[in-house]
Nanobody, 127 residues
């Protein structure tokens, strides 16, 4: 079972950038579907981005419409890390951000699909 630890959350001004990191131990991201989710206060958890390397070795990513063009998910297998680069941040991006993973060569953007979760890292974007 993989254990996940997020870091990088902070308070920033609108228009700023942050990079969130997710470190895995106990297993490797190279065999996993990895996702970033976020949960604003009082709202449901939503998928932000997913990354998976399929059985052909080809990487595939997906993004929520609200972050397309601003956020980028990436993976460094040598460090067993997954990142979420967030640019042009908006106040509505404020939330607790979670990293999630499941050993799989396919990926879905549903929270119920993932079997391992980190503890979350807080992002606050002020206007």
């Amino acid at each position: 079972q993989v254990q996940l630890v997020e870091s990088g959350g902070d308070s920033v001004q609108a228009g700023g950038s942050l990079t969130l990191s997710c470190a895995a131990s106990g297993d490797t991201f190279s065999r996993s579907c990895v996702g970033w989710f976020r949960q604003p206060p009082g709202k449901e958890r939503e998928a932000v981005a997913t990354f998976v390397t399929g059985y052909t070795g080809r990487a595939s990513t997906s993004y929520a419409d609200s972050v397309k063009g601003r956020f980028t998910i990436s993976q460094d297998n040598t460090k067993n890390m997954v990142y979420l680069q967030m640019n042009t941040l908006k106040p509505e991006d404020s939330a607790m951000y979670y990293c999630a993973a499941r050993i799989s060569t396919v990926c879905y953007s549903h929270a119920s699909f993932f079997t391992a979760w980190g503890q979350g890292t807080q992002v606050i974007v002020s206007s």
